[in-house]
């Protein structure tokens, strides 16, 4: 008798949801949302650690597609997921193995560039991008900044590998977040 011991979810559970079937598409993300069900579809053929940079304002769905993706792939292959804020401040108060990240099959890393820059932060990103790609093991990439700007938030030798080595999406459209009817107290 084989046991199968089941994965546990790589996302936060309020991530969870975010799905290709539930997310809004417009004329504005349509090309966005094509280009991540791509990925998604054809993953077994990605090569050379080839990902995607998702980028773009705030709220416009780069965080719900990495999440569809994260959830398209799950079953199949290791997943791993970070928000890269947190997963620093983890690693500042405590000893963070990498281990996981590394040697994902996909590596999701949400919101890279809204860390309070530092020299060590620069290096956390590094380590991580740098060791993905010698292992030749795709990541995903979300970040509210524009490709030009990216080296100013997470230095160059992390933002080359990134820009040079990840299909660039471009995310335009409304924050999702905002609705003006909503009263929040």
Not at 43 to 68: D, E, M, P
Not at 89 to 97: I, L, P
Request: charged share 25%.
């Amino acid at each position: 008798m084989v046991l199968s011991v089941a994965r546990p979810h790589p996302l936060p559970s309020g991530l969870r949801d975010r799905t290709f079937d539930n997310f809004r598409v417009t004329p504005l993300n349509k090309e966005a949302y094509k280009a991540c069900e791509s990925f998604a579809r054809n993953i077994a053929s990605v090569k050379n650690g080839s990902g995607l940079l998702l980028f773009g304002r705030s709220g416009t769905g780069k965080t719900h597609l990495a999440c569809a993706i994260a959830n398209r792939l799950k079953d199949k292959y290791t997943v791993s997921f970070a928000c890269f804020p947190i997963l620093l401040e983890r690693m500042r108060t405590g000893n963070v193995s990498l281990d996981e990240y590394l040697s994902a099959d996909l590596l999701i890393l949400d919101d890279i560039g809204s860390e309070r820059e530092s020299a060590w932060t620069m290096e956390r990103l590094f380590v991580l991008v740098d060791g993905r790609l010698i292992n030749e093991k795709p990541t995903v990439f979300t970040t509210n900044y524009e490709v030009d700007d990216l080296d100013k938030r997470v230095g160059m030798r992390a933002a080359a590998r990134i820009i040079n080595n990840n299909f660039h999406v471009l995310f335009q459209g409304v924050d999702w977040r905002y609705n003006p009817q909503s009263k929040r107290f």
